[in-house]
């Protein structure tokens, strides 16, 4: 009897805690950013200014959620501020304003104040190397984000460049929802994996062959690299300049808009 009423107790703990994570998780979605936050975003992430007013509720209660289920650290003596956490969950939380995903597993987002080392490793059969390398974003699955802050900074400022750190890697972050960092997210329904895998395959193969040819290409050549690097690239021209990326390849541009289910060429 004892043992039969620990339990009750026990699950009652549990559903209580339970509910109130989802009272939690209701009132944050459903809470507006305050004019000082919009004033500091539109200044910081100048993109915004043409994000359509119909998403602007859940890309509020969004970003509030992330302010508050991440935890922002600072490298390298860094001291991360309001406007740095704004600006990165601003950029974050446009790649999914209009979906229901989430970054359900992603707790922690490192930023340094500028371009930072890493190390690679690689493999050769048997044979294991490592090697440092200097970057601007890194993006682990499950977490962390790792960002350079000079980077981030400039790439939301210069909203049609084109690159952007910070959408660049949280794209990897969207991929990776999977299960595996691969250039194949988990799409939306009605679109079908085999026609992903058939538009991007083919647009990939082009790429590489443009960039090893010394061809112009509208894709960023950092695109060549992997499947997942191409994702990644074609995200970041799919906010920044949209029309360039419909132009070029109409195809990649029509699965991106049905993933995220926006359209930027029509902003502003």
């Given amino acids: 009897m004892l043992v039969l009423l620990l339990i009750i107790v026990v699950l009652g703990v549990i559903g209580a805690l339970y509910v109130r994570r989802v009272r939690h998780r209701r009132g944050l979605l459903s809470a507006p950013l305050t004019d000082r936050e919009w004033d500091i975003l539109f200044d910081a992430v100048p993109l915004l200014r043409r994000m359509p007013v119909k998403f602007r509720a859940a890309f509020e209660g969004k970003v509030?959620?992330?302010?508050?289920?991440?935890?922002?650290?600072?490298?390298?003596g860094l001291e991360v501020t309001e406007d740095m956490e704004l600006s990165v969950a601003a950029q974050a939380c446009l790649l999914v304003v209009n979906t229901d995903r989430w970054y359900d597993k992603l707790t922690t987002v490192l930023i340094y104040p500028a371009a930072f080392k890493s190390k690679q490793v690689r493999r050769d059969?048997?044979?294991?190397?490592?090697?440092?390398?200097?970057?601007?974003?890194?993006?682990?699955?499950?977490?962390?984000?790792?960002?350079?802050?000079?980077?981030?900074?400039?790439?939301?400022?210069?909203?049609?460049?084109?690159?952007?750190?910070?959408?660049?890697?949280?794209?990897?972050?969207?991929?990776?929802?999977?299960?595996?960092?691969?250039?194949?997210p988990v799409l939306e329904p009605g679109q079908a994996y085999a026609t992903w895998e058939a538009v991007f395959v083919d647009a990939f193969n082009r790429h590489v062959d443009d960039v090893e040819n010394g061809r112009r290409t509208a894709v960023d050549a950092y695109g060549a690299t992997n499947h997942q690097e191409y994702f990644a690239v074609v995200i970041e021209l799919f906010y920044e300049r949209p029309a360039l990326?419909?132009?070029?390849?109409?195809?990649?541009?029509e699965q991106i808009s049905k993933l995220l289910r926006l359209d930027p060429v029509t902003w502003g």
Avoid at 136 to 154: K, N
Wanted: hydrophobic share 35%; with cysteine; proline share 2%.
């Fill in 245 to 253: 990326l419909k132009r070029a390849e109409p195809k990649v541009y």
């Fill in 64 to 76: 509030n959620l992330f302010l508050d289920q991440v935890e922002f650290q600072g490298c390298n």
């Fill in 125 to 184: 059969g048997y044979v294991v190397s490592e090697a440092e390398v200097v970057r601007t974003g890194e993006s682990w699955s499950r977490g962390p984000v790792i960002l350079s802050w000079r980077d981030a900074q400039i790439g939301a400022e210069q909203d049609r460049s084109g690159h952007n750190v910070v959408l660049h890697e949280f794209a990897h972050q969207l991929d990776d929802m999977s299960g595996r960092t691969n250039g194949i």
